[in-house]
């Protein structure tokens, strides 16, 4: 079964700010249990110019504590 997972990114921005990257990930649940959600939230997040490093989902408690901080109707949507 697939679903959609929000995911949070610390990254550098192309102006080498500091940033958050918002996206949902589109993934069968054997993906998010195996974490790759992860690498494409990373990957989507690098491919729009900014320097990736960490990855939160909506499980995770700092991705939890940052989900109120956007608004998710224009997030990017990408699939696995």
């Not at 993906?31 to 494409?40: L, R, T």
């Not at 490093?53 to 699939?79: C, H, I, K, Q």
Request: a negative charge; one cysteine or more.
């Amino acid at each position: 079964m697939r679903k959609q997972i929000k995911c949070i990114v610390s990254c550098i921005n192309s102006n080498g700010e500091s940033d958050l990257y918002f996206c949902i990930v589109t993934a069968d649940e054997s993906d998010i249990e195996d974490g790759e959600h992860y690498s494409v939230a990373k990957t989507q997040c690098e491919l729009e110019g900014c320097e990736a490093f960490l990855v939160y989902d909506e499980n995770d408690s700092a991705g939890r504590a940052m989900l109120p901080l956007f608004n998710w109707n224009s997030a990017t949507n990408v699939g696995i």
